[in-house]
């Protein structure tokens, strides 16, 4: 078992109060593979892979376990987490490849932050420049800045200087949002060869586009408000969805083949709760169309045969009735 | 009927402004009442110029726009004020559309100081619960409230609405819909179908094919700034000719198959690409066009 | 507005803001009542010469070598003080907004224009223009002073409104502006300055406090004004008269400290300002 995560509850100081934005998470990454992290804004994925490494300031880890290959990773510690960072554990956070030094060129940008880590004897150029290669790119970049290099380029560039020290798992966030289609299959197709060369033993792959996780992960786990709704593999997710956000959420996008005359799709009417103080229960209830007075008690997280779901209905349903399709706003 | 006639976009670039960057490059095209046009390109390929130009909010370099064959490159003044009536546009990010100090419905507050300053409290109140209405929007969730109070689905309707308040003919809808979360997407797409049952003109600008083939009725595939394909949206996609075209869509990631691994690489592997002449338009088939490639 | 109302709440909080403002307004304070208990004029002489602080003949800040009375100058200049930030900061404030709105707001050979003539303002000798003034004219007062500080330091507020306005007009809502039919104009000032309020408050105590400075130091090498006397004058008279050998404390060290608490106190408040305005720099 590389990952296993335990009842992870991380909250947000703010003014107003806490938001608790990951609250009782619980899951397994095995070695080698991909789990994909799917969700809406606000559902707490960026919040999860953050909290595994421990980036940002303003989180308050409130409690639960995050253990990497048999050790325990210090997630309530900034400075613990330093020993752990960028050699188990490594990330490409969100927009990464706008916040490249303008001022350097990448070569000297990578010398400058592996010196900075202690790390400088690592192969040295001549590594980076085999991995470089690799994602398919020229060793000529290293002299290049910035500026020249193309969207999908840098985000390629950040993703090879993240996985350098060959972390045990990797946290990719929203890698390919701000990439076209045709790039975002390359860094997408890029990021699997990572892992079938070794690079990284697993992966967290967060994003809110469920059609490339399809493409690329293993695993699916899908969020709602800060807590798990599903978790499947990855076909069985997009095919054979149970939890009713899930079900929904996957027939609200339109795939190329459908089109608005012959087939109307729908979303989900509202919205997410507020996660000041979020409502008792299964916090997707005011939105769900199966949901009944059971719902007003909290969901368990039901796991077995490599799938979990967080849902009374669901886990209850026979899996014949559970083929109908679902409708926002019915029942 | 808007139609561009080879219209073109150029800026000028680097020290002195002695390099020239062509964002579009002879595009022609009408959009028509009533249909849903989709304008489909990668960053860079000048869909969002085109989306500026024909509001106005640039000026074109070559060629022309022309609504209902007066050129609107020389309307002033008060005969800008008409055209802004029969068109309007929302752009991609709702949160930077309103201005963060005042309140969101400020912006149905400017139309009618701009075009109804007449009209009566009563009834402006009215126009505004019926633009509302069409839009989906509870007038009790949306007015009298903040920008960072309201979701960005909501102020994206609330900007369709303000656009339903005057009585607009076309509607350039640049990217509206990508800021937003998956499941309130489909129902502002579903939005814009249904306006097209009003009779109005959309031009659809997007990067997500998926998005385009769903409303729309003729699609034009940008690259470079030029059209390499347009006609019937399912012409388009149902039988693609164009390699830059066929690229794209087997790039598109599907929920029901895989990508076939084709070893093709990233679209662009440098970034800007010289200038290359713009190839002609073949029409291959009724309501199908592609440029020679 | 909410953001009023919660700018306000940090506002009574900031220590600087409240320490900066309470120094002004005191100092303020001072200057509209003062002279009201000056018992000289600024100018008259008195029998007494060079005498130290005394209740007695309403000395209270002693009199000069010449035999002025310090007090009276000193109430004087006060009020000066606060006419030549208004008048001098009010004109830079201005002319760099005219210069900057337009200027960001339009762009292309507009802005360079207008970036040429600020560069060269910006690099204009002050001092050597204002010798050849002061050589021009046979009376000079404090207005036309405050005229000269304000015409001549406004580049740098132009530069930063510029940069500002800059960032706004790339905003989406100035764009639905324009949809709207809005002008020009209208869009400058009812959509782009509302947003930089706050920037152009800090901005204006900026220039307030700076013209005072300026008009403290010119008075100091003597091309102040020549009808009147200003808190930069008392010092210069003081050194001129030995005052410092002559250990004639009362002379120079109230329009010293005077100048210091005044433009330090608006530059407190506009490091308080700063962090009322921007969350991220607030302690919380």
Same mark, same amino acid.
């Given at each position: 078992?590389?990952?296993?995560?335990?009842?992870?509850?991380?909250?947000?100081?703010t003014?107003?109060?806490?938001v608790?934005? =990951?609250? #009782?998470?619980t899951?397994? /990454?095995? &070695?080698g593979?991909?789990?994909? +992290?799917? !969700?809406?804004?606000?559902c707490?994925?960026?919040?999860?892979?953050?909290?595994?490494i421990?980036?940002?300031?303003?989180m308050?880890?409130?409690g639960?376990?995050?253990?990497?290959?048999?050790?325990?990773?210090?997630v309530?510690?900034?400075?613990?987490?330093?020993?752990?960072?960028f050699?188990?554990?490594?990330?490409?956070?969100?927009?990464a490849?706008?916040?490249l030094?303008?001022t350097?060129?990448?070569g000297?940008?990578?010398?400058?932050?592996?010196?900075a880590?202690?790390?400088?004897?690592i192969?040295?150029?001549?590594?980076i420049?085999?991995?470089?290669? =690799?994602? #398919?790119l020229?060793?000529g /970049?290293? &002299?290049?800045?910035?500026?020249? +290099?193309? !969207?999908?380029m840098k985000q390629?560039?950040?993703?090879?200087?993240?996985?350098?020290?060959?972390?045990s798992?990797?946290i990719?966030?929203?890698?390919?949002?701000?990439?076209?289609?045709?790039?975002?299959?390359?860094v997408a197709?890029?990021?699997?060869?990572f892992?079938?060369?070794g690079?990284?033993?697993?992966m967290?792959v967060?994003?809110?586009d469920?059609?490339?996780l399809h493409q690329?992960?293993?695993t699916?786990?899908?969020?709602?408000a800060?807590?798990?709704?599903?978790?499947?593999?990855a076909?069985?997710?997009?095919?054979?969805?149970?939890?009713?956000?899930?079900?929904?959420l996957?027939?609200?996008?339109?795939e190329v083949?459908?089109?608005?005359?012959?087939?109307?799709?729908?979303?989900i009417?509202?919205?997410p709760?507020?996660?000041?103080d979020?409502p008792?229960?299964?916090?997707f209830?005011?939105?769900?169309?199966?949901?009944t007075?059971?719902?007003?008690?909290e969901?368990?997280?039901?796991?077995?045969?490599?799938?979990?779901?967080a849902c009374?209905e669901a886990?209850?349903?026979?899996?014949a009735?559970?083929?109908?399709?679902?409708?926002?706003?019915?029942? | 009927?808007l139609?561009?006639?080879?219209?073109?976009?150029?800026?000028?670039?680097?020290?002195?402004?002695?390099?020239?960057?062509?964002?579009?490059?002879?595009?022609s095209?009408?959009?028509?009442?009533?249909?849903?046009l989709?304008?489909?390109?990668?960053?860079?390929?000048?869909?969002?110029?085109?989306?500026?130009?024909?509001?106005?909010?640039?000026r074109?370099s070559g060629?022309?726009?022309?609504y209902?064959?007066a050129?609107i490159?020389?309307?002033?003044?008060?005969e800008?004020?008409?055209?802004?009536?029969?068109?309007?546009?929302?752009?991609?990010?709702?949160?930077?559309?309103?201005?963060?100090?005042f309140?969101?419905?400020?912006?149905?507050a400017?139309?009618?100081a701009?075009?109804?300053?007449?009209?009566?409290?009563?009834?402006w109140?009215?126009r505004?619960?019926?633009?509302?209405?069409a839009?989906?929007l509870?007038?009790a969730?949306?007015?009298?409230?903040?920008?960072?109070?309201?979701?960005?689905?909501?102020?994206?309707?609330?900007?369709?609405?303000?656009?339903?308040?005057?009585?607009?003919?076309y509607?350039?809808?640049?990217?509206?819909?990508?800021m937003?979360d998956?499941?309130?997407?489909?129902?502002?797409?579903?939005?814009?179908a249904?306006?097209?049952?009003?009779?109005?003109g959309?031009?659809f600008?997007?990067?997500?094919?998926?998005?385009?083939?769903?409303i729309?009725?003729?699609?034009?595939?940008?690259?470079?700034?030029?059209?390499?394909?347009?006609?019937?949206?399912?012409?388009?996609f149902?039988d693609?000719?164009?390699?830059?075209?066929?690229?794209?869509l087997a790039s598109v990631?599907h929920?029901?198959?895989?990508?076939?691994?084709?070893?093709?690489?990233?679209?662009?592997n440098?970034?800007a690409?010289?200038a290359?002449?713009?190839?002609?338009?073949?029409?291959?088939?009724e309501?199908h066009?592609?440029?020679?490639? | 507005?909410?953001?009023?109302?919660?700018?306000?709440?940090?506002?009574r909080?900031?220590?600087?803001?409240v320490?900066?403002a309470?120094?002004?307004?005191a100092?303020l304070?001072?200057a509209?009542?003062?002279?009201?208990?000056?018992?000289?004029?600024p100018?008259?002489?008195?029998?007494?010469?060079?005498?130290?602080?005394?209740?007695?003949?309403?000395y209270w800040?002693?009199t000069?070598?010449?035999?002025?009375?310090?007090y009276?100058?000193?109430?004087?200049?006060?009020?000066?003080?606060f006419?030549?930030?208004a008048?001098g900061?009010?004109i830079?404030?201005?002319?760099g907004?005219l210069?900057g709105?337009t200027?960001g707001?339009?762009?292309?050979?507009v802005?360079?224009?207008?970036?040429?003539?600020?560069?060269?303002?910006?690099?204009?000798?002050?001092?050597?223009?204002?010798?050849?003034?002061?050589?021009?004219?046979q009376v000079?007062?404090?207005?036309?002073?405050?005229?000269?500080?304000?015409?001549t330091?406004?580049?740098?507020?132009?530069r930063?409104l510029r940069s500002q306005?800059?960032?706004?007009?790339?905003?989406?809502?100035?764009?639905?502006?324009?949809l709207?039919?809005?002008?020009s104009?209208?869009?400058?000032?009812r959509?782009?300055?509302?947003n930089m309020?706050?920037?152009?408050?800090?901005?204006?105590?900026?220039?307030?406090g700076?013209?005072?400075?300026?008009?403290?130091?010119l008075?100091?090498?003597?091309?102040?004004?020549?009808?009147?006397?200003?808190?930069?004058?008392?010092m210069?008279?003081?050194?001129?008269?030995?005052?410092?050998?002559?250990?004639?404390?009362w002379?120079?060290?109230?329009?010293?400290l005077?100048?210091?608490a005044?433009?330090?106190?608006?530059?407190?408040?506009?490091?308080?300002?700063?962090?009322?305005?921007n969350p991220?720099?607030?302690?919380?």
């Amino acid at each position: 078992m590389a990952l296993h995560v335990d009842d992870l509850r991380v909250y947000y100081r703010t003014l107003a109060g806490d938001v608790k934005a =990951l609250d #009782g998470v619980t899951f397994d /990454v095995a &070695d080698g593979e991909i789990m994909g +992290l799917a !969700g809406e804004s606000g559902c707490g994925k960026s919040t999860l892979g953050n909290s595994l490494i421990r980036l940002d300031g303003r989180m308050r880890y409130i409690g639960g376990h995050a253990v990497l290959d048999g050790e325990e990773l210090p997630v309530w510690d900034d400075d613990a987490m330093d020993r752990f960072r960028f050699r188990a554990v490594s990330t490409v956070p969100q927009y990464a490849m706008s916040a490249l030094n303008p001022t350097r060129k990448i070569g000297r940008m990578i010398h400058e932050l592996l010196r900075a880590r202690g790390v400088e004897q690592i192969g040295g150029r001549q590594e980076i420049a085999r991995r470089l290669e =690799l994602v #398919g790119l020229d060793r000529g /970049v290293l &002299d290049l800045y910035p500026i020249e +290099l193309s !969207g999908g380029m840098k985000q390629r560039v950040v993703m090879v200087i993240s996985t350098l020290l060959d972390p045990s798992l990797l946290i990719a966030d929203e890698i390919t949002s701000a990439l076209d289609v045709s790039t975002q299959k390359a860094v997408a197709e890029t990021l699997v060869g990572f892992r079938d060369r070794g690079f990284v033993k697993s992966m967290i792959v967060i994003t809110h586009d469920i059609a490339v996780l399809h493409q690329i992960a293993d695993t699916i786990l899908v969020m709602y408000a800060g807590k798990l709704a599903e978790k499947a593999p990855a076909d069985e997710i997009v095919a054979n969805a149970r939890h009713p956000y899930t079900r929904l959420l996957i027939s609200s996008l339109p795939e190329v083949g459908v089109r608005y005359a012959e087939r109307r799709l729908t979303g989900i009417p509202g919205r997410p709760p507020s996660l000041l103080d979020p409502p008792a229960g299964c916090r997707f209830r005011d939105r769900c169309p199966l949901a009944t007075d059971r719902c007003m008690q909290e969901p368990p997280w039901i796991e077995e045969n490599g799938r979990g779901i967080a849902c009374w209905e669901a886990a209850a349903m026979p899996a014949a009735q559970a083929d109908a399709p679902l409708v926002a706003g019915a029942l | 009927m808007l139609r561009l006639d080879h219209v073109s976009k150029t800026y000028r670039v680097g020290a002195f402004g002695r390099g020239r960057l062509a964002a579009v490059r002879d595009v022609s095209f009408e959009l028509r009442p009533g249909e849903v046009l989709s304008l489909i390109g990668e960053s860079g390929s000048g869909k969002s110029t085109i989306g500026r130009m024909i509001l106005r909010l640039l000026r074109t370099s070559g060629g022309s726009i022309t609504y209902d064959d007066a050129d609107i490159a020389r309307l002033r003044g008060d005969e800008l004020k008409e055209y802004y009536r029969r068109v309007q546009g929302v752009f991609q990010d709702p949160f930077s559309s309103y201005n963060p100090i005042f309140k969101a419905d400020r912006v149905f507050a400017m139309i009618r100081a701009e075009f109804f300053p007449r009209v009566g409290q009563d009834e402006w109140r009215q126009r505004v619960h019926d633009a509302l209405e069409a839009v989906s929007l509870n007038p009790a969730d949306v007015l009298g409230k903040f920008p960072h109070q309201l979701s960005g689905g909501q102020l994206q309707r609330l900007l369709v609405a303000r656009a339903l308040l005057l009585d607009i003919r076309y509607f350039v809808a640049d990217e509206i819909i990508s800021m937003l979360d998956a499941s309130t997407r489909i129902d502002v797409l579903n939005l814009l179908a249904d306006l097209k049952s009003r009779g109005l003109g959309i031009l659809f600008i997007t990067h997500d094919l998926s998005l385009g083939n769903y409303i729309s009725d003729t699609t034009i595939i940008l690259r470079h700034g030029s059209i390499v394909e347009m006609g019937e949206t399912e012409k388009v996609f149902g039988d693609a000719r164009h390699p830059y075209t066929k690229n794209l869509l087997a790039s598109v990631p599907h929920m029901h198959e895989k990508w076939q691994s084709n070893g093709s690489g990233p679209g662009t592997n440098g970034v800007a690409q010289p200038a290359i002449a713009t190839p002609e338009l073949v029409l291959i088939e009724e309501g199908h066009l592609v440029a020679a490639s | 507005m909410k953001g009023l109302r919660e700018s306000l709440h940090f506002a009574r909080r900031n220590r600087k803001l409240v320490f900066g403002a309470s120094v002004t307004g005191a100092m303020l304070l001072f200057a509209l009542v003062g002279p009201l208990f000056a018992r000289h004029g600024p100018l008259v002489f008195v029998p007494d010469m060079a005498v130290a602080p005394t209740t007695h003949d309403g000395y209270w800040f002693g009199t000069t070598l010449q035999g002025q009375d310090v007090y009276a100058q000193f109430v004087n200049g006060l009020r000066l003080a606060f006419i030549v930030g208004a008048v001098g900061g009010g004109i830079a404030a201005g002319i760099g907004m005219l210069v900057g709105f337009t200027a960001g707001y339009r762009s292309g050979v507009v802005d360079e224009v207008l970036n040429m003539l600020t560069n060269v303002v910006l690099v204009i000798p002050t001092f050597a223009l204002l010798l050849v003034i002061a050589a021009y004219l046979q009376v000079r007062g404090v207005v036309p002073e405050s005229v000269f500080i304000g015409i001549t330091s406004w580049p740098w507020a132009a530069r930063a409104l510029r940069s500002q306005t800059f960032t706004l007009v790339s905003r989406d809502f100035v764009d639905l502006a324009r949809l709207s039919g809005r002008s020009s104009w209208k869009i400058i000032f009812r959509e782009i300055a509302p947003n930089m309020a706050s920037y152009l408050v800090m901005m204006f105590i900026l220039l307030f406090g700076g013209a005072i400075l300026i008009a403290a130091t010119l008075d100091f090498i003597g091309l102040g004004p020549s009808n009147t006397i200003s808190l930069g004058m008392m010092m210069q008279l003081s050194v001129q008269n030995a005052a410092l050998q002559l250990h004639l404390w009362w002379w120079f060290l109230p329009p010293g400290l005077a100048i210091t608490a005044i433009v330090g106190s608006l530059y407190v408040m506009n490091v308080g300002l700063d962090e009322v305005f921007n969350p991220k720099l607030r302690e919380t």
